[in-house]
């Protein structure tokens, strides 16, 4: 929003610094007006991610595989086929592949989506972008995918298993990589077990609120157990949580994590403590076990970005 749209300055004129303090004051009662109405009845503010088009060109490839879905399919076609969803060059791939079976000639992995990225990480986000290029069909599977060693089974101090982001995509990608080359084979009975186990483990309908993940755990078990249940599931929880616009979000709950910087702004612009005192009832009762917060409900791992953000309302208001 610009100082033009809110009102802060006019073409051709000069403005006293007592208009432009009245204007900044309208301009804020405007926001925080706008920002109240958005708070639920629990205290929560909730708004979801926009639509993105690495889920839901993940979301297309499992629906056509397992079939049953026509209207779906046709709505997230529909949206990859749109400007928005071509936002960069990955995306513009990978809606092609899914589209019109085209293959891509460049890299564009390392060319844009990694270009400059210096990370402990980096091996592993380059596994991943080519695995969903080859799910896709955009690049064919290569053997370097089955480099990285098998993911183990890790029992926490109650025999749990501790579940993370990085381990289920890890073990996802692994097997993708072994039946894309043919050599389901690879995946032992171990390996296959401790993946139905992670993607049964979410309280949340989307695994931990994160799409992407999910639907690579979901492809992955339909290479060797399409029947599951949890496939089923799973898929019922994606497509439970498209946007409008036909397309999947990246995260599935961002509720958490949206109320905290909104109380934090209500609580800077004077708003009605009565509304503060409920956002920071919601945020109390998102508390983590352990102290933090997560981004989303019902998840199992909190994080210090909304960790930061919950606390700082929590002190503000």
């Known amino acids: 929003m610009t100082t033009d749209e809110i009102g802060l300055v006019g073409p051709g004129r000069a403005v006293e610094p007592e208009q432009v303090a009245a204007q900044v004051a309208a301009a804020r009662n405007r926001v925080s007006a706008f920002l109240s109405a958005a708070v639920d009845a629990d205290g929560a503010v909730r708004r979801p991610c926009a639509s993105r088009a690495l889920e839901s060109a993940l979301l297309l490839v499992l629906l056509r595989r397992r079939g049953g879905h026509p209207r779906q399919e046709q709505e997230l076609a529909a949206y990859l086929a749109t400007r928005q969803a071509q936002a960069g060059g990955f995306d513009v791939v990978l809606a092609q592949a899914v589209l019109e079976g085209r293959k891509t000639g460049t890299d564009v992995v390392s060319g844009e989506l990694l270009a400059g990225f210096d990370h402990f990480s980096l091996a592993r986000k380059r596994l991943l972008f080519d695995v969903c290029l080859a799910v896709a069909g955009a690049v064919p599977f290569d053997a370097s995918m089955l480099r990285p060693p098998r993911v183990v089974d890790r029992g926490g101090e109650n025999g749990d298993n501790t579940v993370t982001w990085a381990e289920m995509i890890t073990l996802s990608v692994r097997v993708l990589?072994?039946?894309?080359?043919?050599?389901?084979?690879?995946?032992?009975?171990?390996?296959?077990?401790?993946?139905?186990?992670?993607?049964?483990?979410s309280r949340a309908p989307v695994w931990e609120n994160y799409p992407a993940a999910h639907l690579l755990a979901l492809l992955a078990v339909q290479e060797f157990t399409p029947g599951h249940r949890l496939v089923e599931d799973g898929v019922a929880a994606v497509l439970a949580c498209r946007n409008p616009d036909g397309g999947v979000p990246s995260i599935s709950n961002l509720d958490v994590f949206s109320t905290a910087p909104a109380g934090i702004a209500l609580a800077r612009a004077g708003a009605d403590r009565a509304l503060l005192h409920r956002m920071c009832d919601y945020l109390i009762g998102q508390q983590m076990p352990d102290g933090g917060w997560a981004f989303g409900e019902d998840m199992r791992h909190s994080d210090v970005d909304d960790t930061s953000y919950a606390a700082a309302c929590l002190a503000e208001s």
């Not at 039946?179 to 139905?196: A, C, N, W, Y």
Request: glycine share 20%.
């Open 177 to 201: 990589a072994a039946h894309g080359l043919g050599m389901g084979d690879q995946i032992d009975v171990g390996e296959r077990e401790h993946l139905l186990d992670m993607l049964g483990s």
